[in-house]
């Protein structure tokens, strides 16, 4: 099904489950530890030895030679995997550094080894014994001292160029009002709960892996490229994953280690990474330096308003396009935008939790804070006059939808806004210093081709596979209630079957284009299937519902279609030029009220609220359950996540979570979440976009602006720590 003019009425919108607050169909399954995650798939692999992955000591160099002669020798030892006996590998097409490193080391933890054992511990003791030596090379790993050597990336289709509209700098230089101001953000870790991991099995030359993976597809195409066979040869198996954040989009060592440690044990291996192995040996979201210049006039309008942005990465690495809000959010006629990368040796950055904009927002909504103060206007009032309903760069191109300003009156109405005191540092209670903060919230919301199976069982079941995966978002739920509203049947008659690369490809879960394009795709099978029902059951336009199926006053249950044997029905949603036409995004508002010590300069989350403009909310639970978990992680951004380069050595030095520290149960407070009535007809059959991402682009401005607010203090580098307050 291509879609390409605008969603008309169509059976989803009877929303007889669709839009329900439905508990998670995968909830009991989890909750009662039946849901197997990558490393426990025993039922299916019961033989599994255990490999454990060495990783390189040096940031930089070359490997000269490893030693494994003791690691072989050792109790339970089966296998030992190095470069040097690996055989050739290729490199996935969205790896910038090699997964098993060899002669060439390119950053601090990348693979150098497995060994595999009978036992965990067997395999950890001898991964002790595995002795490599370096010839250790001169590594970067300072931003800001590379910083004026950044290039505008190339060939990146995630980078968009440089862009510009009118004279920048001459308006900027002419405008009354003037703020140019530097932020940064810092290096952060993914850090989700369910470690990479992957369970790896030969059969013959087909290779099964069970892992963690936000992709399916992908991990399936650089699995084959990596190991040098086809394709077909490989099978991805990822029913539940514990958390992904943008760590588990790309193919990563666990799986390439473990399908090598099968190969050379000749039986089934699976490798987990440590905890304290995954901050260097994984990705990570870069460290950004966001220049900021926006001139208003005395009115608040923008006149001007450029964004710089530069990171780092390893050569040939992807840049954090962290000026793509700044392309969208506001109005203002003269505009320009630049991304930089320079090369650091530190591990790859890539995407984590709304790469562009959830650093982007870090910066551009504390300068709008900065600027209503300069202006001495309302920072609610000074983003609803800069509010545009078409795209600021393409004045001929409109917004599908865009509620900036209802989010911000109805979040500002609803947060008791009209009480906050405008002047820093007046509010006290005790000892704290209380404070209100508000950002824009703002994410894209991309469309992605999805495809979809469905099969009408002899039993009136409707089975449901697409390859697409729940990271613990609830595609589960949500592919169950588009497909149960699609044919009329109550929930309990569908089964869910998702992460496996012998089903349909689907758009995966990332960038929050999973759940408006994976079950736009189930759609558009079930389209089908009603379709093969109707010629079936002779029927013309029939009604789907109650599980029975109906037309000229004849009813007929369902199931009665497929009496003669199971019907089964294909399709693919593909998404042409409407998306193109129109810019596709999410916009929402942050409210947070904060209480900082005035002794210690501690600061405490106390009251958040986030309104949503979304497109059809699918299922309001679990898309609270997704914001308000974003917001805690704007909690940990604004305040608390923060590695530490060594910059001697050039690796992360606090990696472990002890020492990274994320917000844990204590640090949140209330928070409210408040969806905005949408239906988005530009954005697919189902008329809704992603809510994920959006829920966390903006939330950490607005803390940093409460935290303003309540002590005067303007801080401009994440995380706001106590000691940046004193
Ligand atoms: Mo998200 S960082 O695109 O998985």
């Not at 909830?27 to 197997?36: I, S, V």
């Not at 995650?37 to 033989?47: G, I, L």
């Not at 509010?387 to 191109?397: G, Q, S, Y």
């Not at 109707?534 to 519902?545: D, L, Q, R």
Request: proline share 5%; aromatic share 6%.
């Amino acid at each position: 099904m291509k879609f390409n003019t605008p969603a008309t009425t169509n059976p989803i919108d009877t929303l007889r489950h669709v839009g329900k607050p439905y508990d998670r169909v995968d909830g009991p399954l989890k909750c009662t530890g039946q849901a197997p995650y990558a490393y426990e798939h025993h039922a299916a692999v019961p033989d599994a030895a255990h490999g454990v992955m060495v990783g390189a000591t040096i940031a930089k160099g070359t490997i000269v030679s490893i030693d494994d002669a003791a690691a072989r020798r050792a109790p339970g030892v089966l296998a030992v995997v190095t470069a040097a006996n690996a055989g050739a590998l290729g490199k996935g097409q969205k790896n910038t550094a090699r997964l098993l490193a060899g002669p060439e080391v390119m950053h601090y933890h990348q693979a150098v080894a497995l060994v595999v054992a009978e036992t965990f511990e067997q395999a950890r003791a001898a991964a002790h014994l595995v002795k490599v030596s370096y010839r250790e090379a001169k590594g970067s790993f300072d931003l800001a001292s590379v910083k004026d050597s950044a290039t505008p990336p190339k060939g990146e289709r995630n980078a968009p160029p440089d862009t510009r509209v009118g004279d920048f700098e001459h308006a900027f230089d002419g405008a009354p009002v003037k703020l140019d101001a530097t932020y940064t953000t810092p290096d952060q870790a993914h850090a989700m709960m369910e470690p990479h991991a992957t369970t790896a099995r030969w059969g013959g030359d087909k290779l099964t892996v069970w892992t963690s993976t936000q992709m399916v597809d992908w991990c399936r195409t650089d699995l084959a490229r990596t190991l040098n066979i086809g394709k077909d040869k490989v099978r991805v198996v990822a029913p539940y994953i514990g958390g992904g954040f943008g760590g588990k989009l790309f193919l990563r060592t666990d799986a390439v280690l473990a399908a090598l440690g099968a190969r050379a044990a000749g039986r089934p291996v699976k490798v987990a990474l440590q905890r304290h192995q995954i901050f260097n040996n994984t990705t990570h979201r870069p460290k950004t330096i966001q220049r900021l210049r926006i001139g208003v006039g005395r009115d608040g309008r923008i006149q001007a308003i450029g964004h710089e942005t530069w990171n780092g990465n390893l050569p040939g690495g992807r840049p954090e396009v962290a000026t793509q809000q700044t392309r969208l959010l506001y109005a203002g006629a003269h505009r320009m935008t630049a991304t930089r990368v320079a090369v650091l040796d530190l591990p790859e950055g890539n995407s984590m939790r709304a790469p562009g904009e959830a650093p982007g927002m870090m910066a551009l909504e504390i300068a709008m804070d900065e600027l209503a103060e300069k202006l001495g206007m309302d920072p609610v009032q000074l983003r609803i006059l800069n509010d545009t309903k078409v795209d600021p760069e393409k004045p001929n191109r409109p917004f599908s939808e865009r509620r900036l300003v209802e989010c911000l009156r109805t979040g500002a109405e609803r947060f008791g806004w009209k009480a906050r005191n405008a002047k820093p540092a007046q509010v006290r209670e005790g000892q704290w210093l209380i404070g209100h903060g508000v950002a824009a919230a703002f994410r894209n919301s991309p469309v992605v081709k999805s495809a979809a199976r469905v099969r009408l069982g002899t039993d009136g079941i409707l089975t449901v596979e697409t390859d697409m995966t729940d990271i613990g978002t609830g595609s589960y739920t949500i592919i169950a209630q588009t497909a149960a509203e699609m044919l009329g049947l109550p929930l309990d008659r569908v089964k869910v079957k998702l992460g496996d690369s012998d089903f349909p490809v689907s758009a995966g879960s990332g960038g929050q284009f999973g759940a408006n394009s994976a079950t736009a795709g189930v759609y558009a099978a079930c389209v089908k299937l009603r379709e093969q029902i109707a010629a079936k059951m002779n029927m013309t336009e029939p009604v789907f519902a109650d599980g029975v199926v109906r037309a000229g006053g004849v009813s007929q249950p369902l199931a009665k279609a497929a009496e003669s044997g199971e019907l089964v029905a294909e399709d693919v949603i593909e998404f042409g030029e409407l998306a193109k036409k129109n810019q596709l995004s999410t916009f929402g508002a942050h409210f947070v009220e904060v209480a900082v010590d005035s002794v210690t300069g501690e600061t405490r989350v106390r009251r958040m609220l986030a309104v949503c403009a979304a497109g059809r909310i699918l299922n309001p639970k679990s898309a609270r359950s997704q914001v308000i978990g974003s917001m805690t992680m704007g909690v940990g951004g604004a305040l608390m996540e923060h590695m530490v380069v060594d910059k001697r050595l050039g690796f992360f030095a606090n990696h472990d979570m002890a020492t990274y520290e994320v917000p844990v149960h204590a640090d949140i407070p209330h928070q409210d979440v408040i969806f905005l009535d949408e239906e988005d007809e530009y954005s697919s059959p189902m008329k809704a976009k992603g809510v994920g991402e959006l829920g966390l682009c903006g939330v950490a401005a607005a803390i940093a602006n409460a935290v303003y607010n309540a002590t005067g203090v303007r801080v401009r580098e994440y995380p706001v720590t106590l000691d940046k307050l004193l």
